[in-house]
């Protein structure tokens, strides 16, 4: 049986793990929403430049530090050699964030649904014994992996709506560990709530660049 798992993860892991890069960077559609800007308002501004967003937890350069702090309106200058950068704030806002630990299992990696339940059954194994960050570690197949599953903080307009959905249920209790398949991406999911919700800073500006 050891043997099975040992070539089992050998195969698994040879194979790069690019599968759900995407899992908390979706589509981006409720910028509006989030930051109380009229839709007509924002494509004005996104006709001026580029729009960016600013994370107090994620961003922890001087600029990002300044303009957080900074009111809606206000403009930073950064300067090259032969144009500035302006950043102006047109939105603050604190946005619910959350985030876990997960472990990601590919169903379209397993040739059988014999060994795809078996691979479930090693993880279910282990649960009892050894740390959710340690069997992520080894068993997920994701990016996040070498992070023990680590989401980092996410929010609901950047990550696929169904993961989203059942990993932020309120109905789970903190550190509990629960299990779920999302169809759509062919995906399960094993996840550890390790957070509770956080409203976290964010500012949105418009970067423009300006010739000398």
Known sequence: MNKFYFTLLFVLFCIPLNAQRNLFNQ????ISKDFNIDGNELKVYQNQGKLII???EKHKTKLAKKLLKSRRGKTRTIKRAYYNLEYEVIGKEKIPHYRVRYI???????ETNEAFNAYLKKIRSL?????????????????????????????????????FKK???????ADEIFEFEVP?????????????????????????????
Not at 27 to 30: H, S
Not at 104 to 110: E, G, L, P, R
């Open 167 to 173: 990993a932020t249920a309120s109905n789970k209790l």
């Open 127 to 163: 649960l009892d014994d050894v740390t959710f960050k340690s069997i992520a570690m080894q068993y997920s197949m994701d990016y996040q992996q070498n992070v023990g599953g680590d989401s980092g903080w996410f929010k609901q307009g950047k990550t696929h709506s169904e993961f």
């Open 184 to 212: 759509e991406i062919n995906a399960y999911y094993f996840v550890k709530k390790t957070h509770s919700k956080q409203d976290i800073k964010e500012v949105l500006v418009v970067e423009t660049k300006v010739k000398k």
């Open 27 to 30: 589509r981006y559609d409720e």
């Open 54 to 56: 600013f994370n107090e």
């Open 104 to 110: 990601f299992i590919d169903k379209n990696k397993f």
